[in-house]
């Protein structure tokens, strides 16, 4: 159920992060350990902390251009928008970052307690 909620919201402020202002990374190999690092800088983890309506999410685009978009942020599910937030163009996954974004479903990432 949170997939469908998270997937109706997201879907119209990706747009916006893609084409409003949020610079890409473009990368040629991105690798989940990128996607963990950055969920566990400690600026980035106390802002998601910091309120239960916050969620860590990654969300995986389709190929453009022979890249694939991938959305990683903070998002705050009561003001719906994304409080920090970092936008990739990967001309690959690494194979643990394939296999956790297999589905087409955001992933939300659990820090531990």
């Known amino acids: ?23 890409a990374l473009v990368v040629g190999l991105l690798e989940w350990d990128t996607i963990v690092d950055w969920f566990e800088r400690d600026k980035i983890k106390s802002v998601a902390k910091a309120d239960e309506d916050r969620i860590a999410v990654v969300i995986k685009e389709e190929m453009k251009g022979g890249k694939v978009p991938v959305i990683q942020g903070i998002f705050d599910m009561e003001a719906e928008e ?17 296999r956790q974004l297999r589905t087409n479903e955001p992933l939300i990432y659990e820090y531990a307690n």
């Open 1 to 23: 159920m949170l997939s469908i909620i998270l997937a109706g919201i997201l879907g119209t402020l990706i747009g916006t992060l893609i084409g409003g202002g949020v610079a």
């Open 82 to 98: 994304f409080l920090e937030a970092e936008v990739y163009e990967a001309e690959e996954l690494d194979a643990d970052l394939r």
